[in-house]
């Protein structure tokens, strides 16, 4: 069942382990403190929160902080979003000259106001308008250029193996497929036999990474073995979780199960994360943002309620400190069950208005 013979993964001149794990791009979650967790924790390749092409131009200040990154991060891409080929031709040109790793492109997410703009989602039913984009920020940056997507539209138009074929053929490096369509948004169980279909299509000899529905060691190792991609993207399931990749990891090489989490550390995941938020936006702003991870970090602790409504409550680095306090010494010993921990669909706040593309 565990295939230790994969070879290592190139994207370009990048070079990643066998069967890298990439953490997804998702809007008001993966800003650099977040990113650093996860990367401390195992993740192969990190992207920016998706930036808006037409924003970038404008030097809307949103925008430009979504360039941020550190060398630690490395390799690291930034994600472009937009529907006009001269916006994200010159977006291209902009984050070129910040010097990522990569630019991805993101033509995948289904919220409405992104959809409504032409971009996202939205160019799967024009794939001919996707391939102008592509091509425009093939020719505009010199850095190795990926795309994010879905399976289609809907139901009556699954088309990313025609999409496959024709992004490899305007330049891309490589390929992130979720498996839903934009018609699904975040429903149901992802299908991932078309992203299977597109790995073993004879044509296609860029990587290939699924995505969707992974929030266990166990799926994904069957996935790798019953679907043949060449890694996965996780998204949801690391948010509040970043053990998640090394519990993976430690699978695929073992058979295995890494010891779950201990409140300990689980502490010092969120100080970690609240100092570099803190300090990466302000306090004000970064403990304010940190307020919803906070659900998700503490998940399967009996009774936790009353100490995540105190930690939301709290306006200064030394107040939540004393929380914490309280709550590892509340549970000093207690272990949640390792599925307990893991985040689940729609339990975030943030995510039923984010884009996770």
């Not at 990926?146 to 305007?170: C, F, M, P, Y």
Request: aromatic share 8%.
């Amino acid at each position: 069942m565990f295939n230790t013979s994969l070879s290592v993964v190139k994207i370009g001149n990048i070079q990643l382990p066998a069967f890298p794990l990439l953490l997804a791009p998702m809007e008001d979650v993966s800003d650099p403190p977040f990113r650093y967790v996860c990367k401390q924790h195992g993740a192969d390749l990190m992207y920016s929160e998706f930036i808006s092409s037409e924003g970038l131009i404008r030097d809307a200040i949103k925008s430009r902080m979504k360039l941020d990154f550190l060398e630690f991060e490395r390799p690291f891409g930034i994600q472009i979003f937009g529907g006009d080929e001269e916006a994200m031709a010159l977006s291209a040109r902009i984050v070129d000259a910040v010097q990522p790793d990569l630019v991805d492109i993101n033509f995948g997410c289904p919220v409405k106001k992104v959809v409504s703009k032409g971009a996202g989602a939205a160019v799967l039913k024009d794939v001919a308008a996707m391939v102008r984009l592509t091509e425009a920020v093939v020719k505009s940056t010199s850095l190795p250029v990926t795309v994010k997507t879905r399976l289609g539209w809907d139901d009556h138009s699954r088309n990313i193996e025609e999409v496959a074929e024709r992004l490899q053929d305007a330049g891309i490096h490589a390929l992130t497929v979720h498996g839903r369509t934009r018609a699904q948004l975040y429903k149901g169980d992802a299908d991932w036999s078309l992203i299977a279909r597109v790995k073993e299509n004879p044509r296609i000899h860029i990587p290939i990474f699924g995505n969707g529905d992974i929030d266990s060691p166990e799926k994904a190792a069957a996935y790798r073995d019953r679907y043949g991609v060449d890694g996965i993207m996780i998204g949801r399931a690391a948010i509040g979780y970043p053990w998640i990749f090394n519990e993976i990891k430690h699978y695929l090489h073992t058979g295995g199960h890494l010891a779950p989490p201990t409140i300990e550390q689980r502490i010092a995941a969120i100080r970690e994360h609240l100092t570099r938020s803190v300090s990466w936006k302000g306090p004000v702003v970064g403990i304010l943002e940190m307020r919803p991870h906070y659900t998700n970090y503490l998940k399967g602790f009996p009774y936790i309620k009353e100490y995540r409504n105190l930690l939301v409550q709290k306006n200064s680095v030394e107040e939540i400190e004393e929380v914490l306090q309280q709550v590892r010494t509340r549970y000093a010993g207690f272990v949640p069950e390792r599925a307990a921990s893991q985040p689940s669909v729609g339990d975030h706040p943030m995510q039923t208005a984010s884009c996770h593309g």
